[in-house]
T-cell receptor
């Protein structure tokens, strides 16, 4: 299995631009999680889905952030408009039983 | 509410010596506990888990963890540290709030530095 796939691996954009991060979970996993990691705030859960349905989005920082999961093999996290404080590493993880498996992350830099 | 605490921001150990990374938990009911490792510029990797059964759990890369119910601890251990073990280690507990879910609550992480 290829594991969780995220794209792009690196994204540099200017403030005000729209950013879309993509994730392909491990086949057969029914949970998908989006996290953000920064030095200041550590690892934060943004939102998670079960069977493509958003279950808890209480970690989404602002209305500028949105996430979708149109099918079992694809999810997006969108930031519109982006701000410098959104700079972080964004991880996607998927799960079937108990443990979660993480993707390699997308390093986002907003200038 | 479920929570985990990692009391040490950093642990330093010499190569070849045993290592321990500490984790304590607070849960209602039986805990599902996990350890993850994060190498620089990589995602978190699952090391091991405790669900039920033997209190000593063995995982990847020679790591093991001991579940201690009376002390509400789940410390990560390795008999002989390697320089390549240097990384950030996270303890996590499954959040059972709201029913069955695979949501995990992570600790703040402990940076392990193994000196040659």
């Amino acid at each position: 299995d290829a594991g969780v796939i995220q794209s792009p691996r690196h994204e540099v954009t200017e403030m005000g631009q729209e950013v879309t991060l993509r994730c392909k979970p491990i086949s057969g996993h029914d949970y998908l999680f989006w996290y953000r990691q920064t030095m200041m705030r550590g690892l934060e859960l943004l939102i998670y889905f079960n069977n493509n349905v958003p279950i808890d989005d209480s970690g989404m920082p602002e209305d500028r952030f949105s996430a979708k999961m149109p099918n079992a093999s694809f999810s997006t996290l969108k930031i519109q408009p982006s701000e410098p404080r959104d700079s972080a590493v964004y991880f996607c993880a998927s799960s079937r039983l108990n443990e979660q498996y993480f993707g390699p992350g997308t390093r986002l830099t907003v200038t | 509410a479920q929570s985990v605490a990692q009391p040490e921001d950093q642990v330093n150990v010499a190569e070849g010596n045993p290592l321990t990374v500490k984790c304590t938990y607070s849960v209602s009911g039986n805990p599902y506990l996990f350890w993850y490792v994060q190498y620089p510029n990589r995602g978190l990797q699952f090391l091991l888990k405790y669900i039920t059964g033997d209190n000593l759990v063995k995982g990847s890369y020679g790591f093991e963890a001991e579940f201690n119910k009376s002390q509400t601890s789940f410390h990560l251990k390795k008999p002989s540290a390697l320089v390549s073990d240097s990384a950030l280690y996270f303890c996590a507990v499954r959040d059972i709030g709201g029913g069955a879910t695979n949501k995990l609550i992570f600790g703040t992480g402990t940076l392990l530095a193994v000196q040659p």
